[in-house]
């Protein structure tokens, strides 16, 4: 496995290179505004950079297996700092939603992100634990989705419901694959995601994104803005873009330039060209992800594996997405690029844990990636 290992880290080493020049090029003028410091986001997600690598470095180089032992630790740890974030004076309030914790003088943490590990980790325990007695109502579903359930709702009222579908989304497809009927899951899911429609609809705010979404040129001075501006950035950018640090909507016309949509302004200065390397780079990580863990010695790092993979991947197609204009806006940070600490740290840190399950594949494994594959389609 040592190619697919070595792609994996090329691919991730590309695409935090690429974040820290894409940063460097957006951030300057909002720094020089709000801080007197044109590279204050610069510097932060430097440090939080050379935290993320030495996080990686000691994930890859920790047996996973001693993940089983610390799941539960890990995961009373995790629901802790989403209470902690809802305590007034303790969580900080930004924009409305209590996401964040106060880590020093000058940075935040968000432990939504360490709550996505926790619950993949947390779920791939149970289904490897439970394995023949998966496909029981009890075992396989009722207790995996009151785990599962802690963490969903304690992201819902924060609220971040972009989170809260991941994480249900990715522990939910975990537990199919560990071995829990598809009818259980489907009547669970469709309970669950008609209550979150709902919420949505009693939302005033997101009901106007999505209005917006859905019509845009009416909407375009408030709620579409930044959507329409997007746009128009890889309108303006054509196939190989205006220049590195040449972008115009960066200029205040996109707010969340260095962080949600970082992807616009990858199209604007670099053109299609880049935005096309980005997709086929994360398509790629999906690939690697998806034969690493196919492949891992037993079901706990199969389940792990698989979790990481679509965690990483499908919060960048969700993404790419938003800001393409093919889903209605929601506040995720593209991994690897985007600014933000918190979302660095865990994702390289699931990029060790996954680089640790490649080393410990032998040649022998290929037999057990295909029953893998072949049960989990025997259960559609």
């Known amino acids: 496995m040592w190619k697919t290992t070595s792609i994996l880290i090329g691919i991730v080493l590309i695409l935090t290179t690429l974040g820290i020049i894409m940063l460097a090029s957006t951030s300057g003028i909002l720094g020089e505004t709000q801080f007197h410091d044109s590279n204050y986001f610069l510097k932060r997600q430097l440090v939080w950079l050379a935290i993320a690598f030495v996080g990686a470095l000691i994930t890859a180089n920790v047996d996973y297996h001693y993940w089983k032992s610390l799941t539960i630790p890990l995961a009373l740890f995790a629901a802790a700092l989403?209470?902690?974030?809802?305590?007034?004076?303790?969580?900080?309030?930004?924009?409305?939603?209590?996401?964040?914790?106060?880590?020093?003088?000058?940075?935040?943490?968000?432990?939504?992100?360490?709550?996505?590990?926790?619950?993949?980790?947390?779920?791939?325990?149970?289904?490897?634990?439970?394995?023949?007695?998966?496909?029981?109502?009890?075992?396989?579903?009722?207790?995996?989705?009151?785990?599962?359930?802690?963490?969903?709702?304690?992201?819902?009222?924060?609220?971040?419901?972009?989170?809260t579908m991941m994480v249900a989304v990715v522990g939910m497809t975990v537990m199919f694959l560990g071995g829990t009927l598809l009818r259980y899951l489907i009547v669970t899911g469709a309970i669950g995601l008609s209550g979150f429609c709902l919420a949505i609809m009693e939302n005033a705010n997101r009901m106007r994104r999505i209005i917006a979404f859905l019509n845009p040129e009416k909407y375009a001075t408030n709620e579409a803005f930044q959507l329409l501006s997007a746009k128009y950035a890889f309108v303006v950018g054509g196939g190989?873009?205006?220049?590195?640090?040449?972008s115009l909507q960066k200029h205040f016309y996109l707010p969340e330039a260095h962080t949600d949509f970082i992807f616009a302004i990858i199209g604007e200065e670099l053109g299609l060209a880049a935005s096309l390397l980005v997709v086929v780079l994360f398509v790629a990580l999906f690939l690697c992800?998806?034969?690493?863990?196919?492949?891992?010695?037993?079901?706990?790092?199969?389940?792990?594996?698989?979790?990481?993979?679509?965690?990483?991947?499908?919060?960048?197609?969700?993404?790419?997405?938003v800001v393409t204009g093919s889903l209605p806006?929601?506040?995720?940070?593209?991994p690897f690029i985007s600014f933000g600490g918190s979302s660095l740290v865990i994702s390289l840190g699931m990029i060790g844990v996954l680089i640790n399950i490649a080393r410990q594949i032998g040649d022998d494994t290929e037999g057990d990636e295909r029953r893998f594959i072949k049960d989990s389609a025997h259960r559609l």
């Open 289 to 321: 992800g998806m034969r690493i863990s196919f492949r891992a010695p037993e079901q706990f790092g199969k389940l792990l594996g698989f979790g990481i993979t679509l965690m990483i991947t499908m919060q960048a197609a969700i993404n790419i997405g």
């Open 329 to 334: 806006t929601k506040g995720l940070a593209l």
């Open 82 to 163: 989403l209470v902690m974030v809802l305590i007034p004076h303790v969580g900080l309030a930004i924009k409305g939603s209590r996401r964040w914790l106060r880590v020093g003088s000058m940075m935040n943490f968000q432990p939504s992100e360490l709550a996505k590990f926790a619950s993949i980790a947390l779920m791939a325990w149970w289904m490897s634990h439970v394995q023949r007695h998966a496909g029981e109502l009890r075992r396989g579903l009722v207790i995996p989705m009151m785990f599962l359930g802690v963490f969903l709702g304690l992201i819902f009222i924060e609220p971040d419901f972009g989170a």
């Open 240 to 246: 190989y873009g205006v220049g590195l640090g040449q």
